[in-house]
């Protein structure tokens, strides 16, 4: 299937073949039929990409902090690095289009296939012949001769959630400020709701429109508040929505000007709300800002796992707002196809995008929607899970043929960086669950095809190394799977988040008699080296102390999730784990875990903890793990305290040793954690035949010990 992006960093817009996605269990495929270009928002987005690297910085100072706030951490040219991938990555255009059921995921059971829905949210309602759609997400057209329509579902419920915020009744008088797409699907769903509407606009064209959908009253911003006291009996409008985009903050004073005492402004468009007190005060007025498209935006659990809100505590969600929407375009009280000034064959999609962005074409426009002429023509198109990049045959000897299942940050910025450096790595296949992430790193890293079923990798027989990079919760079951298939794996840390996908793995190790490693690469850094070789003689047990400055994430964050992430103790400490046992050389005797009280969410007990381990030689090792910390503190500190010697590795830049009353310092030239050792200790074991350098049995006695049912537990 073929998507649109856009280069953040060139600026390129482009159609790219990508494979199907996914059926996710709490969602729908869908083929796209007709898809909406917002104007506003998606101009901004591609004028933003073709800024130079300037302008984007001024266009988003919190970025450039945490840039900078990195450069201290990490270095400059790390950091260089990591921006540069970051915005080498394809972004996606769209979010609202209409289409045609083609697959129903196993929890859903509102829609089926042949269905034809309405879809929007951003990342998923894209510019792409399929679109996977999470089921709260899209709504049903009962009419499918309102398909072209209805692909501005998004735009609309955006229209609607501000009409709902600022509380309009029936038989009110309603100023829209900014005539543009938003406003004009605004106006006319006032008008269908017995509203008496006054627009807005320094648009000649725009104005025209508006009076053709019948807005009772169209000015221009020049014009005064005469009309609008005359239109209204002296009173002024009830409610004013600003539907404007721009930094200026006229709308806001002008709303202000012409809204009668105790009225609402409802700013609903990106407007600056720099607002003017002393004409706000005199009438008392509200302002109220609308989120997007309803309740339900920006939550994860509805947006993504599809868990709805009651009706009773949340009548106007996102999802009910673009069916309202829906209903009136349905009951014939909208005539959106007078705002349709633009119909482009997706295939001429860059000639849309020419249209908003190009300064020197004159031509007006309204709203431009770009047609999928190909699925229509072809309602019966093959599904495709694999996009085959290069047919050369990668050798059979003397290297490592890698399939990757992930394609996230890791891989993307620290993983393929550091592989793509080592010689005896060959890139086989890539998979990721949409296909997008996946086909951008197989043609910037060589793969020889990228798909969307992992499946296809695992039972590759060219692959002899299955790299598992995704959602902590998916690790288990893709390395079971890999290992049974006969691949040796390397898993990315942790190994699994529950004791149940512990035994799978070990029980797939057990049938296959295949190897595994995991991530923990802590152990073959610089640093870990020097301090294993200090402590091969020594005599007696040593005490260990580690600190996690981890740094807050928030709460909605997916390694936060139980149940997906696991929580980030499980997700992260288990490299201090690893390491005190590779430090130590021998097998844990007991532990103890104690999180603290979770007193709110922003400070959970899965990321704040202390950690004690004793070890069978009498050793003992302390893990402080926290979010609570502040960011300018190193994030790692390691103190190894034995025979009267003191190590100290400081974020893995440097290290201090203490002995005989002096102490010497060593630095490694920057942060070295291991990653590029890691890699090429597991390259010569699988061109050599040797076992993987992480013995298994350290392997899974370290993912069992944070894996602990309760909160305050111990080993035995």
């Known amino acids: 299937m073929k998507k649109l992006y856009e280069n953040i960093k060139s600026g390129k817009i482009e159609i790219v073949e990508n494979p199907d996605p996914l059926c996710k269990p709490d969602g729908i495929l869908v083929k796209t039929l007709y898809s909406a270009i917002s104007a506003g928002t998606e101009k901004w987005v591609v004028e933003f990409g073709k800024g130079s690297y300037l302008k984007k910085a001024r266009e988003k100072p919190k970025e450039v902090a945490r840039v900078i706030d990195k450069i201290k951490k990490e270095g400059l040219i790390n950091t260089y690095k990591q921006v540069m991938n ?5 972004f996606p255009l769209g979010y609202s289009c209409s289409g045609e059921v083609i697959e129903v995921g196993k929890n859903v059971t509102n829609f089926q296939v042949g269905d034809y829905v309405a879809c929007f949210g951003g990342g998923y309602a894209s510019h792409s012949e399929i679109n996977y759609i999470p089921k709260n997400l899209a709504v049903k057209i009962n009419n499918e001769k309102f398909l072209k329509e209805a692909s ?61 959908s019948g807005c009772d009253l169209v000015l221009s911003p020049k014009d005064g508040i005469k009309s609008i006291l005359d239109f209204t009996g002296g009173d002024g409008v009830d409610k004013v929505l600003i539907t404007a985009a721009t930094k200026s903050n006229e709308p ?42 309803g309740a339900g935006r920006y939550d994860s659990t509805y947006e993504e796992k599809g868990i709805d809100y009651p009706i009773g505590y949340a009548r106007w969600t996102e999802n009910r707002n673009v069916k309202m929407f ?52 072809n309602p019966n198109k093959e599904k495709y899970s694999v996009v085959v990049l290069s047919r050369r045959a990668v050798a059979n000897v003397d290297n490592v043929r890698v399939g990757l299942i992930g394609a996230g940050n890791f891989v993307s910025a620290t993983m393929l960086p550091h592989l793509s450096r080592i010689d005896k790595y060959k890139f086989v296949g890539i998979a990721s669950s949409s296909g997008s992430r996946s086909t951008h ?79 923990f690469n802590r152990r073959f850094s610089p640093a870990a080296f020097r301090t294993k070789e200090i402590l091969k003689n020594r005599q007696s047990p040593i005490v260990m102390n580690y600190i996690m400055n981890a740094g807050y994430i928030p709460p909605e964050h997916w390694v936060n999730d139980k149940n997906v992430g696991g929580g980030r103790i499980i997700g992260e400490a288990c490299h201090i784990v690893d390491l005190f046992r590779y430090f130590v050389g021998t097998r844990v005797k007991d532990f103890i875990i104690k999180p603290i009280d979770e007193m709110t969410k922003d400070a959970p007990g899965s990321a704040n903890a202390n950690i004690l381990i004793k070890y069978e030689d009498g050793s003992i090792g302390n893990i402080t793990y926290t979010s609570l910390g502040d960011k300018t503190y190193p994030k790692e500190k390691c103190f190894v305290f034995s025979g009267q010697i003191v190590i100290e590795i400081d974020d893995y830049r440097n290290m201090k040793i203490c ?8 630095k490694f030239g920057g942060m070295q954690k291991g990653f590029k050792e890691e890699y090429e200790a597991i390259a010569d074991a699988i061109v050599n035949g040797k076992d993987f350098p992480i013995p298994i049995e350290e392997i899974l006695e370290t993912s069992g010990v944070l894996l602990q049912e309760e909160k305050d537990s111990s080993g035995d």
Do not use: W
């Open 252 to 293: 806001i004073k002008q709303a202000g000007e012409i809204v009668r005492d105790k009225g609402i402004v409802s700013a609903v468009g990106l407007v600056n709300l720099d607002i003017p007190r002393d004409i706000y005060y005199k009438k008392e007025l509200s302002v109220v800002v609308s989120r997007s498209y």
């Open 441 to 519: 790193l197989a043609k910037k890293y060589g793969f020889k095809y990228s798909t969307t079923d992992y499946r296809e990798l695992i039972k590759d027989d060219n692959i002899n190394l299955i790299i598992v990079a995704t959602n902590h919760n998916t690790h288990a079951k893709f390395v079971s799977e890999a290992l049974l298939e006969g691949k040796d794996v390397y898993c990315e840390k942790p190994l699994s988040i529950t004791r149940e996908g512990l035994n799978k793995v070990k029980d797939a190790l057990d049938k296959s008699g295949k190897r595994l490693i995991v991530g």
């Open 86 to 90: 970051k915005l080498d990555e394809p």
């Open 659 to 666: 002995s005989d009353n002096k102490c010497h310092m060593i």
């Open 326 to 377: 829906l209903n009136l375009l349905e009951s014939g009280k909208l005539s959106i196809d007078k705002i349709i000034t633009h119909v482009f064959d997706f295939a001429d999609a860059k000639d849309a995008y020419d249209l908003i962005t190009n300064k020197k074409r004159k031509e007006n426009f309204i709203s431009i929607i770009l047609e999928y002429k190909d699925n229509i023509k």
């Open 152 to 212: 501005l579902g998004a735009i609309a419920g955006i229209a609607v959630e501000g009409i709902k915020v600022a509380d309009i009744g029936i038989g009110e008088n309603i100023a829209v400020i900014g005539l543009g797409l938003l406003g004009q699907i605004a106006v006319q769903i006032l008008k269908a709701g017995g509203c008496k509407v006054v627009g807005i606009e320094p648009d000649d064209f725009r104005r025209e429109i508006a009076k053709e």
